[in-house]
């Protein structure tokens, strides 16, 4: 069936430094690429989404990579803050989203 | 605060007693979600529905049902044939052409 796999499981950083996580989808007709950020406790929100069609799109230190024929996509943030500290899911769609298992962010200050 | 509500936050249960979560959205959405998270895990999706009086099963749907009568509501029911119900319940909402799917704030519920 249809999965998204999303490595690191965690990762630490220095204030400062850039992150990158990556997911890996399944289903070839996946067209729509969002990541969400969840906060402790809080609900997940939309950071930056891609669509098929793209194969970057940038929002100020957010970005986001695609790449069809590998079924890769990734998120990279830079110049990190404490405050970006979240557990980042991305997910793919076809017809319905389907989410990787989230990397816990923790940005050392 | 987005627009959709969960209610209640905390929810307590004994097994074997079945408990529904409520979910309104004011956001005019077509599409409604429920999602289960457990801890270290995304979100896995238990039923959805596209449009009113229709609504299909997701990835985890046993043990669980909805109703969508109304646009703005789509409530679950955990029922006791759920094996674990342990969970953080998330709903969300989105409708044509974005396809953002809007969260609410989650139900933490706890059945001993």
């Known amino acids: 069936g249809e999965n998204v796999e999303q490595h690191p499981s965690t990762l630490s950083v220095q204030e400062g430094d850039s992150a990158v996580i990556k997911c890996t989808y399944s289903?070839?007709?996946?067209?729509?690429f969002p990541w969400y950020k969840q906060e402790l406790g809080k609900r997940p929100q939309l950071i930056i989404d891609?669509?098929?069609?793209?194969g970057e799109k940038k929002d100020q230190r957010i970005a986001v990579t695609l790449n069809k024929t590998a079924k890769h996509f990734s998120l990279h943030i830079t110049e990190t803050q404490p405050e970006d500290s979240a557990v980042y899911f991305c997910?793919?769609?076809?017809?319905?989203?389907?989410f990787g298992s989230g990397t816990r962010l923790l940005v050392r200050p | 605060d987005g627009g959709i509500t969960q209610s209640p936050k905390y929810l307590f249960r004994k097994e074997g007693q079945n408990v529904t979560l409520s979910c309104e959205q004011n956001?005019?959405?077509?599409?409604m979600y429920w999602y289960r998270q457990d801890p270290g895990q995304g979100l896995r999706l238990i039923y959805y529905?596209?449009?009113?009086?229709?609504?299909q099963k997701g990835d985890i749907a046993e043990g669980y049902s909805v109703s969508r009568e109304k646009k703005e509501s789509f409530p679950l029911t955990v029922t006791s044939a759920q094996k674990n119900p342990t969970a953080f319940y998330l709903c969300?909402?989105?409708?044509?052409?974005?396809?953002?799917?809007?969260f609410g704030p989650g139900t933490r519920l706890t059945v001993t």
């Open positions: 997910a793919a769609r076809f017809y319905k989203l389907i």
């Open positions: 956001l005019n959405h077509d599409a």
């Open positions: 891609i669509r098929s069609n793209v």
């Open positions: 969300a909402s989105s409708t044509p052409p974005t396809e953002e799917q809007y």
């Open positions: 529905s596209q449009i009113v009086n229709d609504f």
């Open positions: 289903d070839s007709a996946s067209n729509y």
